[in-house]
Each structure stands twice: as structure tokens, then as C-alpha cells.
């Protein structure tokens, strides 16, 4: 079974992967699920940059994807301090209720 | 692949931002007292060292030549230098405004001059990009930056749920940036902008296009451009005034030097556009949408940082036709847009820096109501924001006026004529914007004044509102060597 699985498949499941978090940034209320989802996101499009990269049989592929993982972990830790600050302000982190701006 | 040490010197501006932005946050670490303002003094010099750094590697070059640097990752050329010049120029701006403002109003960081450095390099970094890979750096080192400056004044319930706002529509943006990036590469097999522009014609068709159409997307998210846009208004008003000033002009065209490089100079070209990929298409779409929804909405605003957030948006718009015209084969359409991101900056600076200057204590005087009569009390403040808001409105003899009409006269020479009712949509809503900056002139000069107006003052500040729309008279009235850039 193992033998028949291809580059097609990453592709395919990356793009659920992403179609997933996507769905969860849309419809959840919660600013840390929403983050996890963001990350979800990030990840289906590393996974799709390793699947063409060795496709392509190209090593630049391969680096992007590590920059593009050591930038999502600096952005990561800039979004849970923002959610801290949030959370010391109103002991919730629901982005429904953040509504103080005008709209 | 060999490591050229030469290279180093052409990324200069870029070495000495980053060099100085991390020197800041070191510094801020030993530093002791309460005055932080030493610290923006140190990040001025810094910034115009890169922007000095910048124009002396201008003139190196010659006026076509460019040079790919280190495994062609950046590119050296004088559009490149001209646009990081402009990034530490704005930097140094934003540093001017920030001291009085954290005093006033209670937030002094001293972190804020390191991001605000760091920040312009991902800028500078963004302007010479020449793959993927840097942009999507570029775009990173920017946005992360700027997210920590707008969630800076931390006891401010606006400004953090500001900060919460544009940090998670921008991290949306950037899997869209992400995942497009990843299937444009699927589809030519490299990151590399110069062999992408070699193989787009041989690449995988369904993949180009989808993927550049999430990169639209993902920039369009960057720059505010409507449907995209929902996140400005919120983060703008939120964020301390100094960071909404360095957002709304220095952000604004580090994403669109990106997009320069990216769509109008490797992906466009004379005969791309509407047919191989057809980003050009989405892309006229976005521009109508932005300029008219802009405007529209910048009408009802009665909060002059609401309102000039919209402004910026319609902005984005003419911008986004700069662009379209640039793709499909305008020769002039570079020179246009890199015109009307100087001219764009300087006068956003200029106007945000008037908006911190008539603020005090306890009472920011966002409200146009809180404006009235402000020619009366304070006329040198009221006069530079009229220059400053008729240079937005794009009227003579300012720097605005000259903006919107190469962008306008570029996108007449699209091949085809093919934007030319875009071109027309264009004119119709300057003179809609016209109405809505008027209100604040009509406001300052008009009423009376309901009280006395304190203000925020610091040399720094004044020097802003001062050389801003000077600079923008000058470019109005001799506009000619600008366009040579």
C-alpha cells in the first residue's frame, strides 16, 4: 500500500491541511485556536514547498522552508505576548468580544 | 555557489539598519533614567546613515545597470536604492515623533527605536529582493516588527486590541503569501524571481495562476486594498499615533516595492499580464474597489485617524493602478509610482505628525470637532496640515497633484489603452476625496474655537511638521529631477 503513495498525495493533503486552517482562522473564537490554525496554515504550505522541492529535485526549497519555520516561531512568540497583554486587560481572549474600535 | 564578500558592501543599507536597530535594543537594556529621548537621537543617525549609505550606492550604479547578489537572493539597483533611501528617511521621521508622544501620553519605551529600525530593514531587504525566499523574509522581519510597535502602549485597551487585530489578519495574510509562494514554485521549480520570469511561459498554468492569485491576495491584505482592507481602520486608531505614521506610509510602500519587484518587474512585462498569468486582471479589479470603497468610506469618518486611515486605503488604490500599469507594459509607470511613494509618505508623515502635535494630556483631539478653530490658536499647525491634506487630495501645487497624475498619465499608456476606466475612476474619486479633506481645513479655519487648544511640542515634532510640506511644495513645484529617480 505504502508503494503507491505519491507526490500527489502530499499535495492533496496539504491542501486539506490548509483548507482546515483556514476554516478554523474563519470560524473560531478563540484568539489561541485561531493561532494554532494560522500555524496549521504555515505548515501546509512547508509541507507543499518540500513536496515541490523534491519534485523539482531543488535544494532551494528545501532552505526556504527552514527560514519560513524560524520565522513562524518568531511570529508565534510576538502573538502570545500580544495575547498576554490582551488577557491582563479583560481575562478573555475571545475575538467576538474585542469590540472597543470602532467598526 | 560561492559566498562573494563584495556583495556585503551593496546591501549597506540594509547592514547598517539592522546593525543599529540591534545596537538599540541592546543599548535600551543598560540604559537607565526616564528619558529615552537620547535613545531616538541615536536611531535618527542611524537611519540616515542608511538612507546617506543609500544614495551614495545610487550613484555608484549606472541608471539601467543591476547586479544580483549573493546567489542572486537581492538585487542591486537604483529603483532598490531610491526606495531604501526613502525607508530611512521615513524611519527617522517616526523617530522624531515618538519622544514628545510617549511623554504625553504615557507609554515611554524605549523599545521602540530598536523595532523601529529592525523593522526598516526588513523594509530595505523588501525594496532588493529578487526571490521568494527574501520577500517572504522581507515581508516577515516588517510585519512581525511592526505588530510589537503597535501593541507597544500596553496598558491601552485600543491600542492591544489593535495589536490582536492586525497581528492575526496579518499572520492569515502571510499562509496566503506562504502557500501562493509554494505553488508558483511548484509550477517553475524555483524561488528565484529571474529564472521565474525565464519560465513562466513553460510553467504549469493552473499553478501560476492560483498561486500568484493568493500572493495578490496576501499583498493586497498587506497594503489595505479592498476587500482586504478591514483590519486598517481598527489598527490604525488603536496604535500610538508615531506607529500609525510609520504604518500607514513606510509599510504601505515597502509592500508595494515588494509588489513592484515581484509583479511589475519579474512577473509583468509586456505581454504577461492579461495573458500568460492574468494577475493583472484580479489586479485592476482591486485597484477600482479600493480607490472608490476608500473614499466612500473615508466620508463618514469623523475620527481624523479613521479618516486618513481610509484616505490611506483609497491611496493604496491609485497605487494598485500604478501597478497595473507598470505589468502591462508602461514605460513610464516606475518612475510614476516611485514618485508617488515619496510624495505618499512624506505627506502621511506630515499629516500624522500635526495629529500628534494637537494632542495633549488625557485628550488625543482625534474628533474634527476637536479641531475647530485650531488656525486661529495655532496657524503654522493648521497650515502644514492643509498642505498636507491638500497633497492627499491631489491638488496643485503640491507633490500629491503630480502623484496622481503620472500614475493617472502612466496608466494612459497602458498597452491597449486598456485602463483607461480605471484611469476615469481614478479622477471621479479624487475629486470625491477632495470633499472629505476639506471638512478638516473647513473645520480648522471656519469655526471658532471652543476653548484653548494645548499642544504636544518638541523640536523633533516640529521639524516634522515643517520639512514635510516643504518637501512636498518642492516636489510639486519642480517635480522633474524626482521623476529622474
Known amino acids: ?103 | 555557489m560561492t559566498f562573494n564578500t563584495g556583495d556585503l558592501l551593496y546591501i549597506a543599507p540594509f547592514l547598517v539598519l539592522a546593525v543599529s536597530g540591534m545596537l538599540l535594543v541592546l543599548a535600551e537594556a543598560f540604559f537607565t533614567g526616564k528619558d529615552r529621548t537620547a535613545l531616538a537621537g541615536i536611531t535618527v543617525a542611524g537611519a540616515l546613515a542608511s538612507t546617506v549609505v543609500s544614495i551614495v550606492l545610487y550613484r555608484h550604479l549606472g541608471p539601467t545597470s543591476s547586479r544580483l547578489l549573493f546567489s542572486e537572493m537581492l538585487v542591486a539597483d537604483r529603483t532598490g536604492y531610491v526606495l531604501s533611501g526613502l525607508f530611512g528617511v521615513v524611519a527617522a521621521l517616526a523617530a522624531l515623533l515618538a519622544p514628545s508622544h510617549q511623554r504625553t501620553h504615557g507609554w515611554v519605551v524605549g523599545e521602540y527605536y530598536g523595532i523601529l529600525l529592525l523593522t526598516a530593514s526588513g523594509m530595505v531587504l523588501l525594496a532588493q529582493a529578487a526571490n521568494l525566499a527574501t520577500v517572504f523574509l522581507g515581508v516577515e522581519t516588517m510585519s512581525i516588527g511592526v505588530y510589537v510597535m503597535t501593541a507597544l502602549r500596553r496598558r491601552s485597551r485600543r491600542g492591544n486590541e489593535a495589536a490582536m487585530k492586525y497581528f492575526l489578519m496579518g499572520a492569515f495574510a502571510t499562509a496566503f503569501l506562504l502557500y501562493g509562494m509554494a505553488l508558483v514554485y511548484g509550477a517553475v521549480g524555483t524561488t528565484n524571481l529571474v529564472q521565474i520570469q525565464q519560465r513562466l511561459v513553460s510553467g504549469n498554468l493552473g499553478l501560476l495562476t492560483v498561486g500568484s492569485f493568493l500572493m495578490i491576495a496576501a499583498f493586497a491584505f498587506k497594503v489595505a486594498a479592498v476587500p482586504f482592507h478591514m483590519w486598517a481602520p481598527d489598527a490604525y486608531e488603536g496604535a500610538p499615533t508615531p506607529v500609525t505614521a510609520f504604518m500607514a506610509a513606510a509599510v504601505k510602500a515597502a509592500a508595494f516595492a515588494a509588489m513592484m519587484r515581484v509583479f511589475g518587474q519579474f512577473m509583468g512585462g509586456d505581454k504577461l499580464p492579461y495573458g500568460v498569468i492574468g494577475w493583472a486582471s484580479p489586479m485592476v479589479v482591486l485597484a477600482a474597489l479600493t480607490i472608490t470603497v476608500g473614499n466612500i468610506a473615508a466620508i463618514r469618518q469623523d475620527n481624523i485617524k479613521r479618516m486618513l486611515a481610509y484616505s490611506s486605503i483609497s491611496h493604496a488604490g491609485v497605487l494598485l493602478v500604478g501597478l497595473c500599469a507598470m505589468g502591462l507594459g508602461s514605460a513610464s509607470g516606475k518612475a510614476a509610482m516611485v514618485y508617488y511613494l515619496i510624495a505618499y509618505s512624506l505627506t502621511t508623515m506630515g499629516a500624522f505628525a500635526v495629529v500628534s502635535y494637537v494632542g495633549s494630556k488625557d485628550n488625543e483631539r482625534l474628533d474634527i470637532e476637536d479641531w475647530a478653530g485650531l488656525a486661529s490658536r495655532h496657524p503654522a499647525a493648521a497650515l502644514a496640515m492643509t498642505v498636507c491634506l491638500l497633497s492627499l487630495g491631489g491638488m496643485p501645487p503640491t507633490g500629491g497633484f503630480f502623484a496622481k497624475f503620472y500614475v493617472f498619465k502612466s496608466a494612459m499608456e497602458a498597452q491597449d489603452q486598456q485602463l483607461l476606466w480605471l484611469t476615469a475612476i481614478g479622477v471621479i474619486n479624487s475629486a470625491i476625496s477632495i470633499f472629505y479633506y476639506l471638512r478638516i481645513v473647513t473645520a480648522m479655519y471656519f469655526k471658532d474655537a471652543r476653548g484653548e487648544i494645548a499642544t504636544t511640542r518638541s523640536a523633533g515634532l516640529v521639524f516634522v511638521m515643517a520639512a514635510c510640506p516643504l518637501v512636498i511644495l518642492e516636489m510639486g513645484l519642480f517635480p522633474n529631477w524626482w521623476l529622474t529617480l
Open chain 1, 1 to 103: 500500500m505504502l508503494m503507491n503513495i505519491g507526490y500527489g498525495h502530499f499535495l492533496v493533503l496539504a491542501a486539506l491541511l490548509f483548507a482546515i486552517g483556514t476554516a478554523g482562522v474563519l470560524l473560531r473564537k478563540n484568539v489561541l485556536i485561531i493561532m494554532m490554525s494560522i500555524e496549521l496554515m504555515l505548515n501546509a504550505a512547508n509541507l507543499t514547498i518540500l513536496t515541490f522541492a523534491r519534485m523539482h529535485g531543488d535544494l532551494g526549497g528545501h532552505s526556504f522552508a527552514m527560514v519560513v519555520i524560524a520565522v513562524a516561531a518568531a511570529e508565534v512568540a510576538v502573538g502570545l505576548a500580544i495575547v498576554v497583554a490582551i488577557f491582563r486587560g479583560r481575562r478573555h481572549v475571545d475575538v467576538d468580544k474585542m469590540n472597543i474600535l470602532k467598526h
